[in-house]
């Protein structure tokens, strides 16, 4: 499976933004979803995902209530939408997919088998 991110840019805070992630070589309903992001210096950490199996959900605290991750399976793409940036939220993003994975490891990014490329948010002050 192959995946890949864009709708990144440069945004001024407050603003929104959503990120698309195509998903080719499989149905992107049979796959744990996710959103990763990695600031400078900073290691990867989960943003949001949507567990393969019921859809149900999971956001990191500091974006729960801006940020909504959903997906198209007609379309085969995971979206993230973002709302109310901050500056604090420019990072490169990265989605991810795992078929396998459990859901107690579901914000763990070793825990994903497959990436995308990565795009870059920045967000002004």
């Known amino acids: 499976v192959q995946l890949q991110a864009y709708g990144g840019g440069l945004v001024q805070a407050g603003g929104s933004l959503r990120l698309s992630c195509v998903v080719s070589?499989?149905?992107?309903?049979?796959?744990?979803t996710a959103w990763f992001r990695q600031a400078p210096g900073e290691e990867r950490e989960f943003v949001a995902a949507?567990?393969?199996?019921?859809?149900?959900?999971y956001y990191a605290d500091s974006v729960k209530g801006r940020f909504t991750i959903s997906r198209d399976n007609a379309k085969n793409t995971l979206y993230l939408q973002m709302s109310r940036l901050e500056p604090e939220d420019t990072a490169v993003y990265y989605c991810a997919a795992d078929q396998s994975l459990i859901l107690s490891s579901i914000r763990s990014p070793s825990a994903y088998d497959y990436w995308g490329q990565g795009t870059l948010v920045t967000v002004s002050s």
């Open positions: 949507i567990f393969r199996s019921h859809g149900r959900t």
């Open positions: 070589g499989s149905t992107v309903s049979s796959y744990t």
